[in-house]
């Protein structure tokens, strides 16, 4: 299974973008990426998925390099409520969690 | 997407007892996932369960530890036998998703063993 590195905490204010890198050097041709965000005493909860080139849906986008070997995960204008930890995962089907990002927002 | 209840939400237990969780889903779904959160800590997997099979867990993890039921493809127990404060954690419970590597998941059990 493939190892993903993430930096370990994030600050940021109200009205910024957050860009989020994962770094997944030994990611394998059918394993997709994943991003999860969890709030406090919260199961994690469905991101943003993507296989190559970008993603983007109502919540976040998602860059992937045509080499696969990382992500970004791209938050427009943050919130204080997009204070969270945000967990990028790769893989076919089992998911094995890193450590994660911690993000913090300020106003 | 599922809907996935957990259920206690949270307990306080003595050492040396057992505590049984149960994950009821709204839907049939082949595969579920159990994992432990300690304070502070990504996920764990603990095991995955599937309908009409042994569970299968990861390094670490012993069913004689973390008994797992899967009586049928809506429901699972995963029981933490023996408890001592080091059990201490939130466990959760979990299902695939439509895409892969797509996961919904429970709420949650606060468990705290004293």
């Known amino acids: 299974l493939a190892k993903t590195t993430q930096p370990i905490s994030m600050d940021s204010y109200e009205g910024q973008e957050v860009n989020i890198t994962c770094s997944h050097n030994?990611?394998?041709?059918?394993?997709?990426i994943t991003w999860y965000q969890q709030f406090p005493s919260q199961g994690p909860r469905f991101i943003i998925q993507g296989y190559k080139t970008k993603v983007t849906n109502e919540v976040a986008s998602l860059f992937i390099p045509a080499d696969r070997k990382s992500s970004t995960l791209s938050l427009p204008r943050v919130s204080l409520s997009d204070t969270a930890v945000y967990y990028c995962l790769v893989g076919p089907d089992k998911l094995i969690f890193g450590t994660g990002t911690r993000l913090q927002v300020f106003p | 997407s599922a809907v996935i209840s957990q259920k206690p939400s949270r307990d306080i237990c003595q050492r040396g007892t057992s505590l049984t969780i149960q994950c009821q889903v709204d839907s049939q779904v082949t595969m579920m996932f159990w994992y432990r959160q300690q304070p502070g800590q990504s996920l764990t997997l603990i095991a995955t369960?599937?309908?009409?099979?042994?569970?299968?867990?990861e390094s670490g993890f012993v069913i004689d530890k973390f008994p797992i039921s899967r009586p049928n493809l809506t429901f699972s127990t995963l029981t933490v036998s023996n408890m001592s404060p080091e059990d201490s954690s939130i466990y959760l419970c979990s299902i695939p998703g439509l895409r892969d590597t797509e996961a919904f998941f429970g709420q949650g059990t606060r468990l705290t063993v004293v």
């Open positions: 369960a599937n309908q009409g099979s042994e569970a299968t867990y």
């Open positions: 030994n990611i394998a041709t059918n394993d997709y």
